[in-house]
């Protein structure tokens, strides 16, 4: 027991520490990153938003996914796992200032402003949100799949669905990771490749190696219509390191940068599959690239995470991260609540 209860704080705070590594170097090219850090690239946190190791948007709306999958247990009764996700996601949009916790109680009821996360002040700050998540939560609208909210394969799905592999019944794990992505994103593969980071990382807590992980992930997503460019990017992935290409950032670079769905997928699975049981590599080789370095950080950080375990995350990364210490509570509560 103990030990999955280490993947799934390793899951979060693995996906926290990519993303804080990555964060200051979100948006320079990979030669802008080896001149200014070595040829190594970076390898330990550096400044971005006023500070060493701060968390972006993806680890934020990553609690909130949390949040909400925890709250729906308790205060939702027929609603379906989505609702209580979007009240959730609306709170973030609160910590955004985009909103305020007056119009988010008139719209959606007092139990829209449960939630112990907006009592977090860290929290309330921008650290570049994603266009897509601020426009689709403020428009009044809830995106699902069956009602697209927008077009968009931004990664901002699946950056933040890791809770939901953790917390859910494996028979639900696809399904919802999908439909949580789409109440921001309408494109099918901006929530498809959501459903395959989930289950990818349901089966890996479940006690699969991540090729048998993967390959599972696969079989439910060939159920799903118009699954060709998320299957695609995964077997990109999976041919990159089965060739043994070398472990670098061209290689990385040849899976896309990581702004939509599923180059974002791609490059977080490769770095997981070619990292093996080495924690620090996989976030290093996932943010040394010029593409969106803090989200491919916290996918493969998510993946490599829950397959190692919290103690495999040098105590360095831990140390300096912001908010850890609510990063391993979530984690746990996930673990101690978790329906599946
Ligand atoms: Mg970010």
């Not at 990519?18 to 948006?27: I, T």
């Not at 330990?44 to 968390?55: F, L, S, V």
């Not at 929530?191 to 190696?209: F, M, N, P, T």
């Not at 077997?235 to 472990?247: K, L």
């Amino acid at each position: 027991m103990e030990e999955i209860c280490s993947r799934f704080t390793g899951c979060l705070l693995g996906g926290a520490v990519g993303d804080a590594l990555g964060a200051p170097v979100e948006f320079m090219s990979l030669s802008q990153i080896l001149n200014r850090y070595g040829e190594n690239g970076i390898e330990w946190y550096d400044w971005a938003y006023g500070k060493r190791g701060g968390i972006t948007d993806d680890t934020q709306m990553t609690l909130f996914t949390a949040e909400g999958l925890i709250l729906h247990g308790l205060r939702y009764d027929k609603e379906p796992e989505a609702v209580a996700v979007y009240h959730s996601y609306q709170r973030w949009l609160v910590t955004q200032k985009v909103i305020d916790t007056g119009s988010l109680m008139k719209r959606f009821g007092n139990c829209s402003t449960d939630g112990v996360l907006m009592g977090y002040k860290n929290l309330h700050s921008q650290r570049a949100p994603g266009q897509s998540c601020l426009s689709a939560l403020a428009s009044g609208d809830m995106g699902t799949m069956e009602n697209p909210i927008n077009d968009s394969k931004g990664c901002g799905g699946v950056m933040r669905i890791a809770p939901a592999g953790l917390f859910l019944k494996k028979e639900k794990v696809f399904d919802t990771a999908c439909q949580l992505a789409a109440i921001t994103h309408g494109h099918r593969t901006g929530y498809l490749a959501s459903g395959v980071q989930a289950q990818i990382i349901h089966e890996i807590i479940s006690g699969r190696e991540l090729s048998d992980a993967v390959e599972e992930a696969k079989r439910i997503l060939l159920g799903y219509e118009r699954h060709e460019e998320t299957l695609d990017a995964v077997d990109r992935a999976i041919r990159a390191w089965e060739e043994g290409r070398p472990v670098t950032p061209e290689t990385v670079e040849s899976l896309g940068r990581g702004w939509i769905a599923e180059e974002a997928l791609a490059i977080g699975l490769y770095c997981a599959l070619a990292a093996g049981d080495d924690f620090a590599k996989c976030v290093r080789l996932a943010v040394n690239h010029g593409g969106d370095s803090d989200s491919t950080g916290s996918i493969a950080g998510n993946i490599c995470g829950a397959m190692l375990g919290k103690d495999a995350i040098p105590k360095r990364f831990l140390e300096d991260l912001e908010l850890a210490d609510l990063i391993e509570e979530t984690g746990q509560d996930l673990f101690e609540r978790r329906d599946g």
